[in-house]
């Protein structure tokens, strides 16, 4: 299950204000459904390269559930 709110301490000397901790970066990744194999990303706001790091980061196999796997599809579909 993907939260869809996040909440930790601030990021601080990394020299650029405004700069995101890892685990936000990798929250991001994980809302967008991010695939290495399939999906590419354009990070418009590089400065610490933490989005970068992110990405290049294995994301771990985890296997879903069969039956939860055709409720998310049927929610999908409802959507298109």
Same mark, same amino acid.
């Given at each position: 299950?993907?939260?869809d709110w996040i909440?930790?301490?601030?990021?601080? &000397?990394?020299?650029?204000?405004?700069?995101?901790?890892?685990?936000?970066?990798?929250?991001?990744?994980?809302?967008?459904?991010?695939?290495?194999?399939?999906d590419s990303l354009? *990070?418009?706001?590089?400065?610490?390269?933490?989005?970068?790091?992110?990405?290049?980061?294995?994301?771990? *196999?985890?296997?879903?559930?069969?039956?939860?796997?055709?409720?998310? &599809?049927?929610?999908?579909? *409802?959507?298109?």
């Open positions: 299950m993907i939260r909440t930790g301490a601030a990021t601080k &000397q990394t020299g650029l204000p405004g700069a995101k901790p890892h685990y936000f970066n990798r929250w991001i990744l994980d809302l967008l459904l991010y695939d290495h194999n399939e354009d *990070d418009i706001f590089p400065g610490t390269n933490g989005m970068a790091a992110a990405v290049s980061e294995p994301k771990l *196999d985890i296997q879903i559930d069969e039956n939860l796997q055709q409720q998310f &599809q049927l929610v999908q579909g *409802d959507n298109q």
